[in-house]
Nanobody, 128 residues
């Protein structure tokens, strides 16, 4: 059982920044796929950014490349998602998700169905 607790959502103007955090317990630095999905009203849940903790490999959706960055805080067993240059289209509920016994090859083609642990979600609203 993996417990995921998100924090850091909120409201920001276009062009602004937010940092989301996901505290995972337990946190494995060897074989988790861990990251963020988002879901806007009326849309499917989409993969935003995920990391394979075994070697640090990452995947970013094309829509966020160059704007969002994942980082691991080893001391806090926490995964951060730094979101810069936010756009209105980034407005959604953001969920932290984990898949145990994962591999780097799983990152690119995996969908929400493949992640077996989820946080409660944190809302991100980008609006002027």
């Amino acid at each position: 059982q993996v417990n995921l607790v998100e924090s850091g959502g909120g409201s920001v103007q276009p062009g602004g920044s937010l940092r989301l955090s996901c505290a995972a317990s337990p946190y494995s630095y060897s074989n988790y796929c861990l990251g963020w999905f988002r879901q806007a009203p009326g849309k499917e849940r989409e993969k935003v950014a995920v990391i394979y903790t075994g070697d640090g490999s990452t995947y970013y959706a094309d829509s966020v490349k160059g704007r969002f960055t994942l980082s691991q805080d080893n001391a806090q067993n926490t995964l951060h998602l730094q979101m810069d240059s936010l756009k209105r289209d980034d407005t959604a509920m953001y969920y932290c998700a984990a898949r145990t016994f994962c591999s780097a090859g799983y990152l690119q083609h995996s969908t929400a169905l493949g992640y077996n642990y989820w946080g409660q979600g944190t809302q991100v609203t980008v609006s002027s």
